[in-house]
Structure formats: structure tokens, C-alpha cells
Antibody
């Protein structure tokens, strides 16, 4: 079964860091680019960051550029999002998704609050 | 960056009605356009890929069309289980996505 499972979310104070992980299974992970997408409850989908199959091409939304770092470990079939200098407006459900979009995880909730 | 607009933002229709949502890209995205359905508490579900291709298992009442910058998503006969928010998404410039703002569909 093709599956993505996110982990690492939680409650964190403003200015602190958090690292999200996404474990892939059921497909050849290094055949695909991968993305992080977030959604504030009740709001729309916001693309956060994407990475090519080998990590050679990376992009970020302007809202997270310079604070978030995407990476992948193809040997471990895993995608990561290192989130630094977190702000209250980063509070959202974070999904990982396989390019071009047919496979999504169930999301991990990040809450940034003092 | 490519921007996506979507209209309407909300629509209410009767069971059996034909429903149409439009999506416009700020520049030519060829056929790199997906449509998703999202129900509350669930991850988005891909319905249509590459403008007009129906994902496996998706009912044939869903369809998509268009090219370049202008795209249309249609539900030919609205069903109660179609209550959801629908998003268009472009993926022309890997590794970026852009989503439309969404259309909430309700039953009248």
C-alpha cells in the first residue's frame, strides 16, 4: 500500500524549532519529488516547500524562506522539514505529498504558542 | 511565481444540478493542473490530474477541461456526498506547487 506518514508535530513556543518527518512506503521513494503543504484549520492549502528526487532542486514559499529547511534521505525513504524561528502564524496541519499530488499523508499538527 | 485564482469561492446547488468551477493561472501552465476534493478532517483527495484525467476510482460525474491558463472542473450531477471544498493546483514549475483558494460546495 502506498503510504505517507508524518510525525514530529506538537506544541512549541514562538522562536523555537521543530523537525517534521514523513515516512514513505509502498513506492520507490527516490523516483519522486516531494512536498510539504500546510493548512490552517478552516482555511485553504498552502504549499510550503518542495524537493526534487535527489535533493538537487529545492524551493520554498516566501513565508518560510530562510527559516525552514527541507531535506530527504532516500536510503531511509524519508522526507524532513526543519522549522526554525517558529511564529504563531506557522500554526497549521502539515502534510507531506508526493509529486505531482496523488499521494498525501494524514498530516501532523504544529501549534506555535506561548 | 505562478498565481492561481478560482471561482466561485462558494456555491450552493441542488442534488442533480450541474456544477462548474473555474480556475485561472497567471501564466501558461500547459496541462500541469490537478483538481482535489477535501472533506472536513481529511487530507485532500486527487480527483483529476493533467487537466482532464480521472483518477482511478473517481466517479465519472467529475470531469475537467481547459488548457494554458483557463481550466474548468465540472460535477455533472451533484450528489450529497460531493459536499466538500475543491481546489485546483498547478505543478508546472517543479519543485513548486500552487493551489487555488478553494471552492466550497454545499447542497441547497
Amino acid at each position: 500500500e502506498v503510504q505517507l506518514v508524518e510525525s514530529g508535530g506538537g506544541l512549541v513556543q514562538p522562536g523555537r524549532s521543530l523537525r517534521l518527518s514523513c515516512a514513505a512506503s509502498g513506492f520507490t521513494f527516490d523516483d519522486y519529488a516531494m512536498h510539504w503543504v500546510r493548512q490552517v484549520p478552516g482555511k485553504g492549502l498552502e504549499w510550503v516547500s518542495g524537493i526534487s528526487w535527489n535533493g538537487g532542486s529545492i524551493a520554498y514559499a516566501d513565508s518560510v524562506k530562510g527559516r525552514f529547511t527541507i531535506s530527504r534521505d532516500n536510503a531511509r525513504n524519508s522526507l524532513y522539514l526543519q522549522m526554525n524561528s517558529l511564529r504563531p502564524e506557522d500554526t497549521a496541519l502539515y502534510y507531506c505529498a508526493r509529486h505531482p499530488g496523488g499521494v498525501w499523508g494524514q498530516g501532523t499538527l504544529v501549534t506555535v504558542s506561548s | 511565481d505562478i498565481q492561481m485564482t478560482q471561482s466561485p469561492s462558494y456555491l450552493s446547488a441542488s442534488v442533480g444540478d450541474r456544477v462548474t468551477i473555474t480556475c485561472q493561472a497567471s501564466q501558461d501552465i500547459s496541462n500541469y493542473l490537478n483538481w482535489y476534493q477535501q472533506k472536513p478532517g481529511k487530507a485532500p483527495k486527487l480527483l483529476i490530474y493533467d487537466v482532464s484525467n480521472l483518477e482511478t476510482g473517481v466517479p465519472s460525474r467529475f470531469s475537467g477541461s481547459g488548457s494554458g491558463t483557463d481550466f474548468t472542473f465540472t460535477i455533472s450531477s451533484l450528489q450529497p456526498e460531493d459536499i466538500a471544498t475543491y481546489y485546483c493546483q498547478q505543478y508546472d514549475n517543479l519543485p513548486r506547487f500552487t493551489f487555488g483558494p478553494g471552492t466550497k460546495v454545499d447542497i441547497k
